[in-house]
């Protein structure tokens, strides 16, 4: 399964009424330096198929206006999903303590699992809960 796919799965897991991060999905996709390839894929893979509107950059700001067909379309779909916005100078805002996804670990060997990867470390496998 390549990174886009991953991708892909974890979006859709993000509940309606959460946000999450480019960093945070990048994560959970195993790669956690590829927070700028989440954007990409968003923008040029598959903003059609996945809840794009529900990731924010790591300080809470709307920064995926280009992937919607008008400017605030990310703004209205997070707000109809009960998701505060805020105006700041610096552009619209979410409050990620409020609204962020807190994934558990649950979530992250699930997502793994769903991958099609192997759950364990170098010193044995892990246990799932």
Same mark, same amino acid.
């Not at 990048?26 to 927070?35: F, I, Q, T, V």
């Not at 893979?45 to 920064?63: C, I």
């Not at 699992?113 to 170098?122: L, V």
């Given at each position: 399964?390549?990174?886009?796919? *991953?991708?892909?799965? $974890? ?7 959460r ?11 195993? #790669?956690? !330096?590829?927070? !700028? ?7 040029e ?13 790591? #300080? ?14 990310? *703004? ?6 009960g998701?505060? $916005? #805020? ?10 303590? !409020?609204?962020g ?10 997502? !793994? ?14 246990? #799932?809960?």
């Open positions: 399964m390549d990174f886009y796919q *991953k991708m892909a799965l $974890v979006c859709a897991r993000i509940p309606a009424g946000v999450a991060t480019y960093g945070q999905i990048a994560l959970l996709c195993g #790669k956690p !330096r590829n927070a !700028r390839q989440v954007g990409y894929g968003l923008r893979e598959l903003a059609g198929d996945v809840p794009a509107h529900r990731v924010v950059n790591a #300080k809470g700001f709307l920064s995926g206006a280009a992937y919607f067909d008008t400017a605030d379309l990310q *703004k209205l779909l997070l707000e109809e999903e998701v505060e $916005v #805020k105006r700041t100078p610096e552009g619209y805002r979410v409050d990620i303590r !409020r609204f996804w807190k994934n558990t670990l649950e979530d992250a060997l699930s997502l !793994r699992e769903a991958f099609g990867e192997e759950i364990g470390r170098a010193d044995g496998p892990v246990e #799932k809960p």
